[in-house]
Structure formats: C-alpha cells, structure tokens
C-alpha cells in the first residue's frame, strides 16, 4: 500500500495517471476491498467491511450468486429468443395478409371500375335505342300528317283556282262563246264539291318521354357495398352441444361468435368461415354455415358414422379459440328413433350439411355395396348396351384403375370434388384442399397440376368444380373466393368471372354455345355467363318447389342445351331449359333404385342417358334421358366412399372422384 502514496506535492494528474485500476470484484463501498460474498436481501457484492451492515441477512458466495445470475440471463434470453421463429412466422404472415388485401383492394376496384364502364355502356346502348325509337315514332306520325297536309293543299289550291276561273266567267257578258267554258267550270265544280278531301286530323302530336329516374337514382346511390369484418380468429369463440358430441344421421349444430381484436363483439356478418368435421384418415363432411349477419353464424352437419372425431372452425383459415375441437359420434338405438318419429322430417328440413370427402367405413345406410339387399333391376340393353347374363346385381362393368392417396403431393388428394374430361385425352380434378387442379391422362398417368393458394386473382383457395371449355381454356369453380377462374391449357391465369354475384359456387359446366354454367351452392341459383363474364341469365332459388334448389352441387348440359342439376338436399335431379324453365325432376329420398340420399356429381352420355353419383349411398345410378331408372355402374368390388364428381372420359369410361378414399376411380362404362 505504501508504495502506491505520493507526496503532497504530487499533482492529480500524476496521481490518476499512476492509480490502479479497481479489480473486477472490488466492493463499491469500500475502496481497495475485495468482494467475496453477496447479499441475496440487498442483492450487492460484499466485502469483509460490509458483514456488519448486512449481518441479517441471507449471503452466498459472490462466486455462486453471479454463476446464477448468469444462468438466470442465459434462460431468459433463451426464452426471449425462441421469440424469434414465432415473431418471423407471425410478421410473414401478416405481411401475406397485407398483401392479399392490397391485391384485393386492387382487384374490387377492377371490378368496380369494370362494373361501372359496364352501366355507362349500357346506359349509352338505352339512350340509342330511345333516340331512335323517338325518331322511327315521330317519323311514322309526320309521315302521316305531312301527306294530309299536300293533300289538303292540293285540294285547296284546285278549288281556288276553279272558283277564281267561275268568278271571272260569270263576271263576264253571257254569249254563246263562253257556254263551253261555262259547261266545263260546271262540271269541275260539281267534282271539287264531291272532292273526298280529309278534314279532320289523321294524326296526333302526343309524343311523351316516361322517364322515370327516382327509383333508378336510388338503385344507383345504393349500388353496391365493400363489405368487410373486424372479426380475428383468435378471439372468437364457438359453443353448443355440436362442438363435443352429436348422434349418427342427426344435425348437429355449433354457434359460432365472432370478435374483433380487443375481443368485442363484431355486429355485421359476412366473415369467411369454414368448417370441417374430419378423421385422422380425412375429412368427412362439410356443413352449412348460416350467415345471421350479426356477427354470430351457424354451423350444422350431419355425421353418417360413429366415432371420435375433430370438428375444425377456422376463420380467414386460421382455427378459432379451442379449435380443433374433440368430437364424439354415438349412435342411437332404434326405439329411441321410434319413440321420435320427426327425426326424418328434421334431418331433411334442418340439416343442409354440404359433403366434403369421407369415408363411410361402419355406416350401415352408405356402407351398402349397390345392388345388395334390393330388389334386382332388369336392364336396359337398349340404351346401355349388350345383355350379358341375367343376375341380380347391377351392371358388371369393373374398376379399370385407380388413382390417389391422401397427400399434398402430384398423385395425391385432399378433398378432391369435381372432374372433368377433356375431347384431347385428359382428366382433371378439383384437389379443394390442395388448392389446385391436377391434371392426368385417360390411363390415369400424371401430366400436370396448377394452383397457388390465395384469395386474389389467379389464387385458388378452395376449388370445388372444373370443366373444360371448347376454347381449350380451363374453368374453374372457387368456393371460398366466390367467384370463377379461367385459366389456359397450361393453367396460366386469363380471367374471373363472378365476382361479387357468386356466393358459394360448386360445379361448373360449358353449353353448346360455349356458355359457362355456374352452380351456387350457397344461392341455390343456376348462372349462365359468357366466357367474358358478362351474365347471360340465372335462374332457382332456395326451397323446395320444382324451379328451387337445396344445395345443389354439380351441372351437365345435354345435346339439346339442357341444363342437368342435381339438388342436393332435395334427392333429385333437374332439367331445365336455358332459360330456366323446367323439362323434367325425377328422384326422391331413399335407398331404391332410382332414388338418392343426396346427389352431387353427373354426367351425360352420347345416348343422353344421366349418370348420376349417389353421395349419401355411395353408388352410381344411370337413367334415361326421361329419368326412368335403368342401372348401377358395379362398384362393389372396391366401394366408393362420398362420391362427388363424374365425368365422362373421352374414350367412354365413367370418371368418379371418390373424396371419402383421397382418389379418382375410372370404371368402363356400356354406351
């Protein structure tokens, strides 16, 4: 120590500049002492001259104390940074997000000014065809009065001029020279006065504009609406008793509430919901979500099998509070089902449960193999073919192949809904929750598939229909995006048409004149467009009655331009005019030949026989074109599970997506 003092004279500098540094565990409040021991109470370092000032209280070695506070720092920064990966999927996200809703403000404001330049033309076009209707009117009518007045003028004028020529004569001496003259005025005048000249108005002058404004100037102040929600997914929150247990066959119904970010209630509707009920294998079934546009919407379904199962409620596709949740399916006993005789007549009014995929492994109503336990049909040769052998069970075409599993790879299926088949040798299927169509070859070879997921232009979120228009071009039906794509052979992105008039679009089919028809599951409606999306008519709506439609799922068209709908929760299929008129129902709800427990996929042949995919019954049913039930397509020897939809191959076979197996099935098929 003494050989660190200085003398007095020492300067400050000198002193600074030749003090040791203080070690790096020297006690703040002692100078040149060494802290060994800690504090925990005051949490400070302590040398031996502190121990009186913190006698009472609890010390550890310094040593120890900054060993746990180091492994202390470490955990926290561990927790923080693990942080990291959530923070980075987070902002990705919702960078995704800002950036579908920066594409779709551009997109709606396309169609916004599409719509408008649209009325402007069509206000251009009323105002032609008023101005000439005007001028053709006042043309009839002019031409009609201008030639009663030159008839009257040349009346006039002859009989002026007749009396001045007798005015004159008889002004003059009377004499056997002028008698001639007199004896001809007389005569001219006897005819001017029998002269049928028209002296009342053969025409009027009313010509009117009716033009009224009011109503249209209300239509447009209130032409149309950006509809949007609050609602986030992760605070809203769904109840009742279909979130943890149902019965097989019965509805089942879950109350969804949505709720903005601070967790208010969100008063409007119009949310994008969706809802699946689903296996570890796949899922099962979709169901219908009821808009109540306040903010709360229903979901109900029916289960056609017992088990556990999970019920996912997913809001802007991300899972509500407690989604997934835990399903149990139980199955009633028969004299419960007696003792409650309005459980059919609820079943078909309550439950518009929309079938996604499944399997129906247990169920007894779709686990029949066609044929099995009904009465046997006689069948047509005629239309379909050359009789074989007389047996009882249903046309013996077999399964030629399949294709699928489920997976998100080429090959592989999630939910696959519609099918279509093109003249040059090519099968496409609607993969829904792969977000993408996937093409193949008629011997079921991969080529191709296309499709990115998203909720702007040239995006698929959830296609559910596809169809191949004569252009080349292919069509597809987007549920969730409530509109139609078109896209080339090569599935680059063209068009969509649509939007803003679809609710829920299904099944997509091209006419003879090229059209596209638009099924609307949700609007139960029937839309015909031209393929630059300018609407040509629409007809149906919801209910029961012959020109409505409960759910109604897929389209074909037939050589006479007859639109062929299956209606869902109505089990039967119609035919109408382009028009929207009627031509012919057939089916009703049931197990026996020629009737449904809900159709969905169909097709036409070149005989005009229908083809028609029985969903809830698992088969395939053919009739003829007067909806006369004529036979099964075989299928027991590996049995569809929630069919949805058919085609027609170009080589003559019947082309099934069978979503309850994640695979397509292509069987041979008799014309």
């Given at each position: 120590m ?5 003398s ?18 020297a006690?703040p409040?002692?100078a ?36 746990q506070?180091?492994s ?13 990966p ?5 902002l ?23 719509s408008?330049e ?8 009323r ?12 043309g009839l ?10 008839n009257?003028i ?10 001045t ?11 056997v ?14 005819e001017?006065a ?7 108005p053969?025409e009027n ?6 033009m009224?404004t ?8 209130n032409l149309?609406t950006?509809?949007?929600t ?7 929150e ?6 943890e ?7 089942a119904?879950?109350?969804i ?5 601070s967790?208010?209630a969100c ?22 979500i ?10 109900v ?7 556990d ?13 407690g989604?997934?949740f835990?399903?149990t ?6 004299t ?9 007549t609820a ?20 686990g029949?193999?066609p044929?099995q ?6 069948r ?20 030629i192949?399949?294709i ?19 003249s ?6 609607a993969?829904?929750n792969?977000?993408?169509?996937q093409?193949?070859s008629n011997?079921?070879?991969?080529k ?8 702007s ?13 004569p ?8 549920y969730?995006n409530?509109?139609?794509s078109?896209f080339s ?5 063209k068009a ?6 679809l609710?829920?679009?299904?099944g ?8 596209v028809?638009?099924v609307d599951?949700?609007?139960?409606t ?5 393929l630059?999306?300018?609407l ?10 012959d020109?409505q ?41 049931g ?16 005989n ?7 969903w ?8 003829d ?25 170009s ?6 997506a ?8 292509v069987y041979?098929?008799l014309q």
């Open positions: 003494e050989a660190h003092q200085h007095p004279d020492s300067s400050s500098e000198e002193c600074t500049v030749l003090e040791a540094p203080p070690g790096k565990n006690c409040q002692h040149g002492k060494v802290a060994d021991l800690y504090c925990s109470a005051c949490e400070c370092g302590l040398c031996e001259d502190c121990l009186s000032e913190h006698e009472e209280h609890p010390k550890v070695a310094l040593s120890q104390a900054l060993e506070h180091r202390s720092l470490q955990e926290k920064l561990g927790t923080v940074q693990n942080r990291l959530q923070i980075s999927d987070t990705s996200f919702v960078k995704e997000i800002l950036q579908q809703l920066t594409n779709q403000r551009a997109s709606i404001e396309e169609d916004i000014q599409s408008f649209d009325l402007h033309k069509q206000l251009d076009v105002k032609s065809v008023l101005l000439m209707e005007l001028e053709v009117t006042y009518k002019q031409k009609v009065l201008q030639a009663q007045v030159d009257l040349r009346g006039e004028g002859d009989i002026t001029a007749t009396c020529q007798s005015e004159e004569a008889l002004a003059g001496e009377a004499c020279a002028s008698l001639q003259v007199e004896q001809e005025l007389q005569e001219r005048l006897g001017l029998c002269l049928g000249l028209p002296c009342q053969e002058d009313q010509l009117d504009l009716v009224e009011d109503g249209l100037r209300k239509s447009i102040h149309g950006i509809v949007t609050s609602a986030v997914a992760s605070q809203s769904a109840m009742g008793a279909g979130l247990q149902c019965i097989v066959g019965h509805p119904s879950v109350t509430v949505t709720r903005d970010k967790g208010g008063k409007s509707g119009n949310a994008i919901l969706s809802a699946e009920v689903f296996t570890p294998d796949g899922s099962i079934v979709d169901g219908e009821v808009d109540h546009k306040n903010g709360t919407y229903e979901f379904y029916i289960v056609p099998k017992e088990g199962f999970s019920l996912a409620l997913r809001l802007y596709d991300q899972h509500i509070k989604s997934p835990k399903l399916v139980s199955r009633v006993s028969e419960e089902v007696e003792v409650s005789p309005s459980t059919t079943t078909n009014s309550a439950a518009y449960a929309t079938p996604s995929t499944g399997s129906s492994e247990g169920a007894k109503r779709r029949k193999s044929g336990k009904k009465k046997g049909s006689k047509a040769s005629s239309a379909l073919g050359t009789p074989r052998r007389k047996t009882q069970n249903p046309i013996e075409d077999d399964l192949f399949r699928g599993t489920k997976g998100r790879n080429k090959g592989e299926f999630t939910n696959l809904q519609g099918v279509a088949a093109s040059s040798g090519r099968i496409l299927i993969d829904s792969n977000q993408c169509v093409i193949f011997e079921g070879e991969f191709s598939r296309f499709g990115v997921r998203g909720r232009p040239g995006q698929l979120q959830r296609p559910t229909g596809v169809a191949v228009h252009s080349g071009d292919i069509i597809i039906a987007d969730d409530k509109w139609v078109i052979c090569e599935g680059k992105f969509k048409l649509g939007s803003g008039r609710m829920g679009p299904k997509v089919s091209v006419d003879q004149n090229g059209h028809i638009v599951n949700k609007a139960c029937v839309f015909i467009f031209q630059t999306g300018k040509i008519a629409k007809f149906g709506s919801r209910g029961n009655g020109k439609f409960a759910g109604p799922h897929f389209a074909a068209v037939n050589k006479n331009n007859e639109i062929i709908v299956t209606d869902f929760h109505n089990h039967s299929v119609k035919v109408f005019t382009p028009e929207g008129e009627l031509v012919l129902k057939f089916g009703s709800n197990e026996g030949n020629g009737q449904f427990n809900a159709p969905t996929g169909v097709a036409v042949d070149i005009g026989n229908i083809i028609v995919a029985d809830g019954n698992s088969r395939i049913q053919v009739f074109g007067s909806g006369s039930f004529l036979s099964y397509i075989n299928t027991s020897a590996d049995p569809l599970y929630g069919p949805q939809g058919l085609a027609l191959t080589d003559g076979h019947v082309v099934v069978d979503s309850g197996n994640h695979c397509f099935k041979r098929y």
